[in-house]
């Protein structure tokens, strides 16, 4: 929903950028122009539609691949704001063979295949500094003689990191609560 974006999209599409993502701005209302264009250009087996629920990610996909009519849910008139319609990961094929993955409102990232000890390779702005970590594994959490600590608010942007803790945070819960359930079916 670019056609939406204020100053913070701005902002925030600025520390996905500073970190090196290909970041494309597009409106799923629109016919398929350049920059969805350039969804289909990215060079990756895979690419992920993503984002909280209700922005339009569904849509999308359907702009991009017309042909896969995927369920969408209609726009509160009041708010300007999608509703959560999407409830499992789909993957759509595209033309060359490659996956477009379109996927529910964030927080599922166990379903991506997610889990606590390799979140840190989806942040590659923690990828080089992690070589220089003390300890091998490192989580980047509580570990003394951290690099990516250390880089946080220069190199690492601070939101970047604080999202990383959330979502490491909320991965181990799971893994947790998944424990748990299986200890009690025991």
């Not at 803790?165 to 799971?174: C, K, T």
Request: hydrophobic share 35%.
């Amino acid at each position: 929903k670019w056609d939406l974006a204020d100053k913070e999209a701005e902002r925030v599409l600025k520390i996905y950028r500073d970190a090196g993502y290909a970041c494309i701005c597009t409106e799923a209302t629109a016919k398929p122009v350049e920059s969805q264009k350039a969804i289909l250009d990215l060079d990756f087996d895979r690419t992920y539609i993503m984002g909280p629920s209700g922005v339009g990610k569904t849509s999308l996909m359907n702009a991009i691949l017309p042909d896969c009519a995927a369920a969408t849910g209609a726009v509160n008139e009041v708010t300007g704001k999608g509703r959560h319609t999407t409830t499992h990961i789909e993957f759509r094929e595209l033309p060359d063979d490659r996956l477009l993955a379109d996927t529910p409102g964030l927080g599922l990232l166990h379903n991506l295949g997610v889990e606590p000890h390799n979140l840190r390779n989806y942040y590659r702005e923690f990828l080089s500094p992690a070589e220089e970590c003390k300890y091998r594994g490192c989580m980047h959490q509580n570990e003394p003689q951290c690099a990516v600590k250390e880089l946080v608010g220069a190199r690492i942007h601070e939101e970047r990191y604080e999202s990383y803790l959330l979502f490491l945070d909320e991965l181990m819960a799971e893994d947790e609560q998944r424990s748990l359930r299986s200890s009690k079916t025991r």
